[in-house]
């Protein structure tokens, strides 16, 4: 068994519990760590201190691709490869451009959206440390569980065992890698 | 709420007034005139007050928790309907005794050579084809019709809601979400039909699918932005403190980023459709406000709708898309505001350029004229605020003993930082 764990988990009975547990951890400086709860909880990614998402940025990124693409590939096919003549409208006009950079655009930003998604959270990820806990079953049911990563540059063993107690955590165990 | 009163007041001397200038102007600029501007006016305000039925009613129908504090302040903005219709009672009166003076069609024999036609309008195919619709008996019963029907369901949601207040019976509740359920198919169909008699008639030749869609949208993008400011205005004054949170206003922003790109999907499309079929029968409508047939150079209204496209979407569509600007309690007054007036000016631009000059041009948007714009607004909005404050406070600021209040207090939806 390697020496060093992958981090530390703390057992909650009650949302509340683990939503002041989340307070205490966050005020303690903590960055690699996260609850896991068997439903969501309102206000608890404040009580982690968690940032608003950067998914939108990515997802302005693709709207603005989705349009630029519908407006070049429009001119490209109708006014500079094969340029065509239709019902008397010039080769090129942003008008009839207009509805295929407005598709596209909510089709980029759509796959921008859930490919942002997906990348910002590492996923697919079909392993993860904690799967092999005991306490996933439970955390994934009836209680409340915190872990805090072994990466995280203020842990220390006994330091944040320690400061799970003091947050009122129960079932303190490391976890393996 | 005991400062309803004396604004109350406030509001109800300055719509006199207004209203007291606008009739001076009668004297000014004539009657066909000041006609234009009394609709202008009448629609902007009235398509506030339409936008606000439809909200409350899509709230029930979808059974909404996030707007219950919120709608009390739309149900408050219901009671001008029974003035709105007062208030109309001019053009209905310019019918019987002034036909053809804002309406063409209302005269058969109108002659089409004063805005640059021939002949008269009762030998004018396009009208006898559409007669059926154009004419004073359809556009007077339609109008009290659309009024009453109003004035109707404004009454019901109201009632229901305020006696919810007092009782909080889950009948109430049901009652209301019936009245949504039927009132949408209606009022969508007499705002239709109001906007194609009052406004889309008034250059009768010309025919659009998406008319009632582009008032819809105009009207939930107004009201919407007049939710805005009264929330604002609530909250500065310390009503809504510990009743609002960030989240009722995110929701709201979300929605006027919606209609913002409804507005656009529609107003493109009527656009769009029309320039692609390129048939005179329909193109007339955008030439007369883009460009003046007698010297074939570019005129006023077409940088009024440039300023609507750039203006009314693009800016609002940039400003919006910001989560932190839309939770700003500074900036969200300013972009509700604007589009508000931008609604105005959409108006503005689809009833003005219908008054022509010998030669069949719209005549200029900068006229004297506009001023009994100006007055007709003020004094039509003197009255609706005044309507609304006087129910104000009659009943609590929010629906206390509604079923979804816990959860409209509580609101949160996503990671508001």
């Known amino acids: 068994m390697a020496a060093q764990p992958y981090g530390l988990v703390a057992v909650f009975d009650t949302a509340p519990a683990v939503y002041h547990a989340a307070e205490t951890v966050r005020d303690a400086g903590y960055k690699c760590w996260d609850c896991i709860t068997p439903f969501p909880i309102h206000g608890l990614d404040r009580a982690m201190g968690l940032r608003r998402s950067k998914v939108p940025r990515i997802s302005l990124v693709g709207g603005v691709l989705g349009f630029t693409t519908g407006m070049s590939m429009i001119w490209f096919t109708s006014a500079y490869d094969y340029p065509l003549l239709v019902g008397g409208k010039p080769y090129f006009s942003p008008m009839f451009a207009f509805p295929v950079s407005y598709e596209l655009t909510i089709l980029f930003t759509a796959f921008a959206t859930i490919g942002g998604m997906f990348l910002l959270n590492r996923l697919p990820m079909h392993y993860h440390p904690v799967l092999k806990s005991d306490h996933i079953v439970r955390g994934l049911d009836d209680k409340f569980l915190v872990v805090i990563e072994a990466r995280d540059p203020k842990f220390n063993l006994a330091a944040t065992r320690a400061l799970l107690e003091k947050a009122g955590g129960r079932e303190i165990t490391e976890l393996e890698a | ?417």
Request: aromatic share 16%; net charge positive; charged share 10%.
């Open chain 2, 1 to 417: 709420m005991a400062a309803g009163a004396p604004a109350a007041g406030r509001a109800l001397v300055i719509g006199l007034a207004g209203i007291a200038l606008t009739a001076l102007g009668l004297l000014v600029s004539g009657g066909a005139k000041v006609a234009f501007s009394w609709l202008v006016a009448l629609t902007f305000w009235g398509g506030i007050a339409l936008g606000m039925l439809f909200l409350v009613m899509i709230h029930h129908i979808f059974d909404a928790s996030w707007s219950v504090v919120i709608r009390r302040q739309f149900e408050h903005g219901l009671a001008s309907f029974k003035w709105l219709a007062l208030l109309f009672l001019p053009l209905v009166a310019s019918v019987y005794f002034a036909p053809g003076a804002v309406w063409k069609w209302m005269n058969p024999a109108y002659d089409l050579a004063q805005v640059g036609g021939s002949g008269t309008v009762g030998e004018d195919v396009l009208w006898a084809k559409k007669a059926a619709l154009l004419n004073p008996t359809a556009f007077v019963v339609i109008t009290v019709l659309s009024f009453g029907i109003w004035i109707w369901l404004s009454a019901r949601l109201r009632a229901a809601s305020f006696a919810q207040d007092a009782d909080g019976d889950l009948k109430w509740t049901y009652r209301n979400r019936v009245t949504a359920a039927f009132g949408l198919p209606l009022a969508a169909v007499t705002l239709t039909l109001a906007i194609v008699l009052w406004v889309k008639s008034l250059d009768y030749h010309w025919f659009s699918t998406m008319y009632g869609v582009w008032y819809f949208a105009g009207c939930v993008r107004a009201a919407l932005s007049m939710g805005v400011l009264i929330m604002v205005w609530l909250w500065v004054r310390g009503d809504y403190r510990g009743v609002l949170n960030a989240n009722h206003f995110h929701s709201i922003g979300q929605l006027m980023f919606a209609f913002t790109v409804f507005w656009a999907y529609v107003t493109f499309s009527q656009y769009f459709l029309i320039w692609n079929a390129n048939i005179p029968e329909e193109t007339f409508w955008y030439n007369l406000r883009e460009m003046n047939s007698a010297t074939g150079f570019a005129n006023q209204w077409k940088w009024v709708g440039m300023l609507l496209l750039f203006g009314h979407f693009f800016v609002p569509f940039f400003l919006l898309l910001s989560y932190k600007r839309k939770l700003s309690r500074t900036q969200m007054p300013w972009v509700a505001l604007w589009i508000a007036a931008i609604f105005l000016l959409d108006l503005i631009y689809n009833i003005w350029p219908s008054k022509k000059d010998g030669n069949g041009d719209a005549l200029p948007f900068l006229q004297l004229h506009q001023v009994w714009t100006v007055t007709a607004v003020i004094g039509v909005g003197g009255i609706c605020v005044w309507a609304y404050l006087r129910s104000f406070p009659t009943t609590k600021l929010i629906p206390i003993r509604d079923p979804r209040i816990g959860e409209s207090l509580t609101y949160h939806e996503s990671s508001a930082d």
